[in-house]
């Protein structure tokens, strides 16, 4: 079941897949015709898919967004498996979960964005175009699992290398981090989207 909610005045769609480890559930943006990059992005831990909406947090994720309706460009955000609407229950907290239950919260992600994606993509004639994936802290983990067919470009925005440890020399990668919190900042998205669009 599909729902629309409206953004700075455009029709953004809400659903949940069906896949083998769980619904995950996913928002979009899609213009009716496009040939441009189609943009995955994937928050990190605590946080949601709506988080990509936002323009009140310190890095304004809501940009990326922006951009991509701008540059007539389909967006597709996913919650991580545990977060937002695919939590498990009221009581769950990724702080409290061992390396291995983080481990497996990332493999679970992976493969449900790897089960749904094909069928977004198909559901809204976007086979065809290039992808770039954008993952925020934990999301980068998921950002560099993720094994897709035209996958172009990928975005890390303050990866955790604690979840997942990767070679600084990725082609096609643009790798933004800080270890300070008051490091990290809305220019990061910016950059992101010169990088995704170039």
Same mark, same amino acid.
């Given at each position: 079941? &599909?729902?629309?909610?409206?953004?700075?005045?455009?029709?953004?769609?809400?659903?949940?897949?069906?896949?083998?480890?769980?619904?995950?559930? #996913?928002?979009?943006?899609?213009?009716?015709?496009?040939?441009?990059?189609?943009?995955? *992005?994937?928050?990190?831990?605590?946080?949601? &898919?709506?988080?990509?909406?936002?323009?009140?947090?310190?890095?304004?994720?809501?940009?990326?967004?922006?951009?991509?309706?701008?540059?007539?460009?389909?967006?597709?955000?996913?919650?991580?498996?545990?977060?937002?609407?695919?939590?498990?229950?009221?009581?769950?907290?990724?702080?409290?979960?061992?390396?291995?239950?983080?481990?497996?919260?990332?493999?679970?992600?992976?493969?449900?964005?790897?089960?749904?994606?094909?069928?977004?993509?198909?559901?809204?004639?976007?086979?065809?175009?290039?992808?770039?994936?954008?993952? #925020?802290?934990?999301?980068?983990?998921? *950002?560099?699992?993720?094994?897709?067919? &035209?996958?172009?470009?990928?975005?890390?925005? *303050?990866?955790?290398?604690?979840? #997942?440890?990767?070679?600084?020399?990725?082609?096609?990668?643009?790798?933004?981090?800080?270890?300070?919190?008051?490091?990290?900042?809305?220019?990061?998205?910016?950059?992101?989207?010169?990088?995704?669009?170039?």
């Amino acid at each position: 079941m &599909k729902t629309s909610i409206l953004w700075n005045g455009f029709e953004l769609k809400k659903g949940v897949l069906e896949t083998e480890v769980g619904n995950i559930p #996913y928002l979009y943006y899609s213009p009716h015709r496009t040939d441009q990059i189609v943009n995955i *992005a994937i928050h990190g831990e605590g946080q949601e &898919k709506e988080d990509w909406l936002c323009f009140n947090s310190v890095l304004k994720f809501g940009n990326l967004l922006k951009e991509s309706i701008k540059r007539n460009s389909a967006f597709i955000a996913f919650d991580l498996y545990g977060h937002g609407e695919w939590k498990l229950d009221s009581n769950f907290n990724i702080l409290h979960l061992s390396s291995r239950e983080i481990e497996t919260l990332v493999e679970d992600t992976i493969i449900s964005v790897q089960s749904a994606l094909p069928i977004i993509l198909e559901n809204e004639n976007l086979t065809k175009n290039k992808l770039s994936v954008t993952g #925020y802290s934990l999301g980068c983990s998921i *950002a560099m699992g993720l094994k897709l067919d &035209k996958l172009e470009k990928r975005v890390l925005l *303050a990866p955790n290398r604690s979840y #997942y440890s990767f070679d600084d020399t990725l082609e096609n990668t643009l790798v933004e981090e800080s270890t300070e919190k008051s490091n990290i900042t809305e220019s990061w998205i910016h950059k992101a989207c010169d990088f995704i669009y170039s």
